[in-house]
């Protein structure tokens, strides 16, 4: 081949060898990644502003001066400010009961401990505000947004040196992420673990690439090996953003029952519900998920209200590990993930796929 097929713009601007983004809640796999060539984002919409300034000099102190990134989340639907208390006095006793009912007819016990919602960002403006401050103070190289357009915050994380990467759903968001000029662009597909909308990655990925001009295209949704890395790079994008891929990976601190669940899974066992978070979220299926999907169940409330209803459910389940009910977000390339890897070598494994997938269309001399 020419050239490298796996160096692309965006290896160029974040000075990494391989165009594969981890999204992580985990410190230790974010360190394994980075430090095996690729690129990583900590999610830190759940810690306090405390935490998340502690998290980054963890990181910081063990990858010699490479990039890393940084992930809240910025919903436009939450409100300005309040408590949790106040949040809950507002859900309607319908929902309340049918929550109830689900507890009854699963036998979900009480939480061990207060649900720790506490701490989320998407519960008002203000607390996402005061995780949004820690990341500007210590300017970190990466800035990504996965719930809500970033335009707001351009000037000040550019005057600091940081870079910001929007995730959008919808061509529109897109062009109008683009326009306020966000570094990269993650165009995310159905198929993705977490809050993702109802458009293919397939479709998603060069819609929006057609329109990006210079600014990276990142893939998401359903990358879960190096033929997904490769056919992204076709369908215009400079790298991809995978979360599902790390969860069972062996740094990764999920629950074994979890890492279980999801090394057994496949796309069908994957739901796409608004009944965990308010907004559209793909997760493996799981009592809770399937008891608002039958048609007497109420509509489920929106952000951040269905959050709270569905906290109690899922602390309960991991408090006492009970597998039945247990659940995590997944995507729907989670039938390619069958192994407990360490994730330097999920890193190595999908960059020899992909050059492998290269090479077997291109051939050698080509
Ligand atoms: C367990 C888990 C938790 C996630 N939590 C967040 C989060 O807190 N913030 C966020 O922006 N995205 C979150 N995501 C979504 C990822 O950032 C990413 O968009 C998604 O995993 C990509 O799809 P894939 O899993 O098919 O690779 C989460 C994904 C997983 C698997």
């Not at 062996?250 to 009944?275: G, N, P, V």
């Not at 997760?283 to 048609?295: I, M, R, V, Y």
């Amino acid at each position: 081949m020419p050239r490298d097929p796996l160096r692309t713009k965006l290896c160029d601007m974040l000075g990494i060898e391989y165009p594969i983004i981890a999204f992580t809640h985990c410190k230790d796999v974010a360190v394994a990644v980075i430090n095996a060539g690729a690129f990583a984002v900590l999610g830190e919409a759940m810690h306090t502003p405390d935490e998340i300034a502690a998290d980054i000099r963890w990181i910081r102190e063990r990858i010699d001066g490479k990039p890393y990134g940084i992930d809240l989340v910025l919903p436009a639907s939450s409100p300005l400010e309040g408590g949790l208390e106040d949040l809950e006095s507002k859900i309607p006793a319908s929902h309340r009961d049918f929550a109830a009912g689900i507890a009854k007819r699963h036998d979900v016990p009480e939480p061990k401990g207060p649900v720790a919602l506490h701490r989320w960002g998407g519960l008002n403006q203000q607390m996402a505000r005061a995780q949004l401050d820690v990341v500007l103070d210590e300017r970190v190289p990466v800035f990504t947004s996965g719930l809500g357009n970033p335009a707001f915050i351009l000037e000040a994380a550019h005057a600091r040196g940081i870079k910001v990467f929007g995730l959008i759903g919808k061509k529109r968001q897109a062009e109008r992420e683009i326009e306020a000029g966000v570094d990269a662009i993650i165009a995310q597909g159905y198929d993705a673990a977490g809050h993702t909308g109802t458009i293919g990655t397939f479709s998603i990925v060069p819609e929006v690439a057609a329109i990006a001009g210079n600014t990276p295209v990142i893939a998401g949704g359903g990358v879960t090996t190096g033929r997904h890395l490769a056919a992204a790079l076709c369908l215009g994008a400079s790298g991809v953003w995978t979360g599902t891929l790390w969860l069972a990976s062996r740094e990764s601190d999920e629950d074994m029952i979890i890492k279980e669940k999801l090394l057994a899974a496949s796309a069908e066992d994957t739901t796409h519900s608004r009944s965990v978070s308010g907004m559209t979220m793909r997760t493996l299926k799981c009592p809770w998920t399937e008891e608002w999907a039958k048609p007497d169940a109420p509509r489920p409330l929106s952000a951040p209200y269905q959050m709270l209803l569905s906290a109690r459910y899922t602390q309960a389940a991991n408090d006492h590990r009970r597998e039945d009910l247990m659940y995590e977000a997944a995507g729907q390339g989670v039938g390619f993930v069958t192994s407990m890897k360490p994730a330097r070598q999920i890193v190595f494994d999908m960059v020899e796929e992909a050059l492998g997938a290269f090479e077997e269309r291109v051939g050698d001399d080509a």
